[in-house]
Each structure stands twice: as C-alpha cells, then as structure tokens.
C-alpha cells in the first residue's frame, strides 16, 4: 500500500491528484470547523455580500456565508458521489465478472440486457431512476449507482473473458473450485486493476452527476448546501452575485480533476508489468 | 577468402531500470558464402539479441559498446536508417518465429511479395506481379494465382510461413536471417518448411544463419554450428562433430538433455490393473447461443482407450488434433459425451473423489499459476479442498526439488521451471491417481524439460501415479511411455505400444509423424 503510493507520487498526475483529494478529504472532515459561521446564519445586512473580508468568498440572497456553506456542503457532495461509484463498480465488477465466468447463455443474456441500459444516455438513465425513486439525496445516490453499474460491467467483462482463458482458472474449474469461489478469488484479483482505475475516473463523473441532480432538483433538497445546490441556488442572480455559482462551480471542478489525475496516476502506478 | 557476414567481438548492453544488463559479450562468428551457420542457446542466451543486431533492428534501450558487423566487409553498425533499410530485405532476408504477425493483416498476400519485388528490385507492378506468381510456385504453394488475392488470415500457418520465405529469397539476397522458423508449427509442417529450405538453399546458394533452440533441427540445416550461452558463444564447430563431440561442458550437457527415442527412461512395466477407462468420447464445440450459433470446429470423437495403474500413456498428435482436448474432457472442463470408468465403476457425475484422483498439469507454466496469490496460497488450495494439512506444504515443495522457502513467493519471481514445478506440487498435493500432463514441457527449454521429466519420473517411483502424457515430441514420448495412443483431427488413428514403433506395424499417420520428428543429435546411428 505504502508503495502504492509512492509510485503514485512519482507520476505527476498521481501527486497532483492526491494532493488535491487529500485538501478535499480535509475539508470534509474539518469543514464545520473550518467555516467562520453557520451555514444556515442569515444576515440581512450581508445579502450578496460581495467576496471580501467579511465574507471571503461573498454571501447569498440571504446574507448566509457562501465558504460556510461550500465547507459544510462538500459532506453532502464527495462522499454521496464516491459512495454511488463504489456501489456501482461492485455490482458492476462482480456481473461482469460472473458474465465473463458463466459464458454462453447467461453471458448473452447479461450483456444484451446491459446493452439495453446503456443504450439510454448515463444523465438521461439517472434523471430516470431518480425521478421514478422521488428524488431526494438517496435516490440520487442510488441512480448513480445503478447508471455506472452497466458500464463497470462491460469494462470488467472484458477484462474477466480474458483471465477466463488462463490455465489457473481451468486447474481451479478441473479441482472442482465453486464457482464462487473462482470469480471472488481467481479472476476478480485478476482484473481488479483497470476496475480501480476506471471507478476513480467515475467518481468524477460522479461528483457532476450529483450537482447536476440537484441542480435540477432531484438530489439533495434545500437547506442542504451541496454544491450543485449552491449552483441552482446561485443561478437567478448570476447577474448581480456570479460568485454565487462561480465558487461551488470551481469547487465541483477542482475535486473532479483531482479524480480524474488520482485515476490516471493510478493507471500508471498498477500497470503490472512493474507491480512489486 | 573474406566472410559474407562478419560479427567481430560485438558486445550489447540493454539499459534498463536497474543499471544495465549485458546481453552479448565478446561475440564472434562469421558466415561464408552458400554456408548456413547455426545458433543454438536456451531462452535468455541472446541468440535473438544477435539476430536483432545484424538487422539493426535494437529495441531503444539497447547500445552496442563494442565491435562489429560487416556484411561483404561493409560495416553494418555505421549505416543509418534508410540505408539499413535499403540493405534489409535487399542482401538480407529475413524470416521469424510466428508467420502470423510477419505478415499485414491488411495486405494480400500477393501485394507482400510485390511490395518487396519493386522496392528491392524495382520491377514494374506487371512484372512483379508474375514474378511474385512464380516465387509462390516455388515455394510449392498450390494455385499460386489464386492465393495472390488472399490475406493472411485466409491461409493456413504452414502456408503463411512458405510466403513470408518466398518474401525473403525473392529479393536475392545474399543471406538469410531464420529465427526459429519452425517452432510455431506443428512437427509435420515444419518438417515441410525444412526441405523447401534445402530446396531454395540448393537452388539459389544463399547463406543463412538459423536460429534455433532445438539440436535437432539445427544439425538438420546447418554445417556449422555456434552455442551461445549467457550473451557469449561458448563453442563453435562443423555440427555433425560438435554434437557428436562436444567439448565444452555446457554444449555437452545441452546434447544430453536431448530426448533420444532409444534411451529408456522408465524400465518397469505397470501392472495389469485398470486405473481409467474412456469409452467414444466426444466433444463438439457447437454451441448453440442465445443471439447466435457458433460454428462448429476442433471437437473430437468416439475416442476410446484405457490407461492402467501406475502406467504411462503417450498421447501424440499435430497440433488441432484434439489432444487437449481430450484432456479437458477427462478433466470436465468441456461437456463431453461417452462414457467413463475410474476403478471400472462408471463415473456420472465429476465428484471430488474423480477430481482428487485424476489431476492436470496444463502447457504454460506462465498462465496456469494466479499472478495474484502467493505459492502457498496456490498450495493449500488443493488441500483444503481434498484433505489435507497446510503443513505438508514445504514437503509438497521439497518433493518437487524447490525450498521450501519458496512458499511465500510470488509466481512472478518464479522461472518458467519452477512454475511448472509449482503446478506439479499443486496436483501431487490431492495425491492422485493419475496426473494428466497437457505438453508440460513444450515451453521449457531442453535442460529444463530433461529435470521436469525426471522430476515426474521420481514422483511415479515415489507414489506409482499413472502418466497420460500429451505431446507432439515423439523422442520424448518413447523415452518414458509404456503406450501410445496416436489421435489426428479428433479422431484416435492409432494405439499401439511403444516398443512396437518401427516395427512397421503401425498406422500410415504415425510413421509420418516419426519421420518428421528430427534425429537426435550426436546419435550416430538413426532408428
């Protein structure tokens, strides 16, 4: 692990992408204690309040402090948008694997039905799922979960018919080795790699996914801060306080990147051709 | 006289992550005129560096340091690119290992010839069209008219390996670089390649150098003969005197690792008792699928045979014969038809007692361990399934001749005969009956292949397991297999034992395949 991470480090994307994420984390984990108020302290005075010393990053409609807000709000946002990811790489990985395993019919069936799902736009297919569920923070995190799980599986699928044709799985199969057991402990160590690398690339997917559900009021509903929130919030008064949207937009797109450069830095640090 | 090709103390060193490693040290060799030099080393003995070398063709991190190359005393390592292109193809040919990837996929098979005819000698496309035909005929390529429209993908191996020679001698070039030429073939089509080689080298007079690992094959084409080991060359000599009379201790223990088909390696006779019985098995790989059905193809049929307790049963055949698959359905990795017999009970269902007594070892030491678990993990598998304590693991190792320390390592940090080894502890650790070897030592080098087969010689003294040995290496198989059983497209052809070979009793199809096997080196006196 720890040499993971040193590799990682020594690509540039991986420092960067940590580096970034490790602020992120920080900011969710310390964020309340960080902001100078409360979120939710209106302050009449203070309405759009521009960036300055009061407010640093300038005050909303209702005079709330818009750093206060972006602080609390990334608890709402990062850790909701990471967790529909891991929950959509884990069914998706384990269906593409057991695809891959089974072959024939059941592979058939599985990926033509998958097919079908991904033949609707991810966005289109989330808005779907999280209308249908009545929107709110859960059934947002849920849609997101169920429109990455095809696109997981195919990916693992491919990755899986290929470890499917290596001689340990015919020796496990030959031993008479559950099935279980070959997907969860032969093949799923095997293509575990490009997995983890896809899902961190997700999570920035993700992080837009969500603000764009609740941009659009399916995800979380107000008074939460989540940053696509503070976006739809923000948006009437775009004219007067830009930085309304401007902040929240910068703060999705920074945590985004960082994803993205984590994913890309891991793709290098796990090539197994140097792993160990 | 001055040597055609020329290489004077060359020395390479290939930088890599971890300081530099030396690939060639202080080689020299030369190749006269209408003379074909052979070079025989393992794996890792830099005969594919040398080659790459003479072609110019090093990967980045490679630097010569030293020395020379000279094609009719014009120094090759001073060339740039383009006139080492000029030079490639036009005085030197080349053919490799796999004609699948030496040919475009994209090309037909005609245009890859007259590409070569009007760059190297710049014939008009008319002219090179009819010249290309006529070079197919030559290779003996039926319906030579026909192929030129071809690609690749529509001929089979052998015939794309007669394109990709008929590409390297079109040119006349004045030597030809063969590197292992044969070994993606199966034995009777590599058999075939060989004599169109005697053929066009006796028609044309050109001189090659052939790289190979099999003695064999290399006494067969070549006069002289360099062995190179570790990036040097360790001993040179004419090739019927060197593997007759080796000198250096490494060449001498090379041509001893040699199978040879009289040399018995097993002298006992098994007992009359019957271990397995196989009654008309049959595997079609038709399936149909749910959108789709696949076509049908390689399957085999109504095979039949038996194999006795503590007995070694050779199974030989080309490649496509369906000899592993024979494998896969005793093993029930394929759904097959037919019946069995283990005991002369009938088994119905695969059940653990099967599996534990019938075990397999497959062909690629580098696929059939996980990458991801450690040895021991590998180890305890079989058993936790079949019975058995973690701590008989070192023993499992030590049985198959590795430290017992080894159980922590990572296949990765394996050589490919110590995976194998692995694979075998990992089937004596259910303690079988019989243990299935699928062309276990097909990818190891000949040293390598000489201890793996002792290895399985002194675990069957040890337990009395029984050997379905599958091969297409006929002086292997007679050196330890009381039987054969001879299998060509799915079908058994012939079943006999193994000292009736010769006898002219057997089948048309198996004295084919013993005449296309190559004669043991530094035997002075063939079958």
Known sequence: MTDLLRRLFRTRQGAFGVSILMIVTLICLLGPALAPYSPDRMDFLGRFAAPGVRHWLGADQFGRDELSRLLYGARDTVPAALLATLAGTLVGAVLGTLSAYAGGSWDEA?????????????????????????????????????????????????????????????????????????????????????????????????????????????????????????????????????????????????????????GDGLRDALNPRDER | MTALLEVRNLTLDYATGRGSFRALEDV???????????????????????????MGHLAGNARLTAGSIRLGGAELTALGPAAMRATLGRRIGMVFQNPSTSLNPTLTLGRQITEVLERHRGLSGREAWKEAVAWLERVELRHAEALMRRYPHEVSGGEKQRVVIATAFAPHPEIVLFDEPTTALDVITGARILELFHKLRAETGVAGLYISHDLGLVARVAENVAVMRGGRIVETGRATHLFAHPTHDYTRRLVDAVPRPHRRLVDDNPGSAELLRAEAIGVSYARRRLFRASPAGGGIDGVSFAIGEGEILGLVGESGSGKSTVARALTGLVRATGSLRLDGVPVTRMRHDYRRAVQIVFQHPDSSLNPRHRVRDILARPLRLYGGSLAQIPTLLRNVNLPADYASRWPHQLSGGEKQRVAIARAFAARPRLVICDEITASLDVSVQASTIELLLQLRRQHGTAYLFITHDL?????????????????????????????????????ALMAASPLPVGEETGP
């Open chain 2, 28 to 54: 020299s060799l030369s190749v006269e005129a209408g003379e074909v030099l052979g070079l025989v080393g393992e794996s890792g003995s830099g005969k594919t560096s040398l080659a790459m070398a003479v």
């Open chain 2, 475 to 511: 002086n292997l198989i007679r050196q330890i297999a009381h039987r054969l059983i001879v299998m060509r497209e799915g079908r058994l052809v012939d079943r006999l034992d193994v000292k009736a070979l010769g006898s002219g009793r057997e089948h048309p199809y198996t004295r």
């Open chain 1, 110 to 262: 599985i990926m033509r039905t998958i097919d079908a799902v991904m033949a609707i736009p991810g966005l289109l297919l989330a808005l779907l799922i999280a209308s249908t569920l009545g929107g709110g923070e859960q059934s947002a995190l849920l849609a997101i979960a169920i429109a990455f799980a095809p696109g997981m599986a195919r990916i693992t699928r491919s990755v899986a018919l290929a470890a499917r044709q290596e001689e340990y799985v015919a020796a496990a199969i030959a031993r008479g080795e559950s099935g279980v057991r070959i997907v969860f402990a032969e093949m799923l160590p095997n293509v575990i790699a490009p997995v983890i690398v896809e899902t961190t690339i997700r999570v920035s997917f993700a992080v837009m996914l969500l603000a764009t559900l609740s941009f659009l009021g399916l995800g979380a509903q107000p008074p939460s801060s989540e940053w696509g929130l503070l976006v739809s919030d923000g948006r009437t008064y775009l004219h007067d306080a830009p930085w309304l949207v401007l902040v929240p937009g910068a703060a999705i797109a920074i945590s985004a990147i960082g994803f993205n450069l984590l």
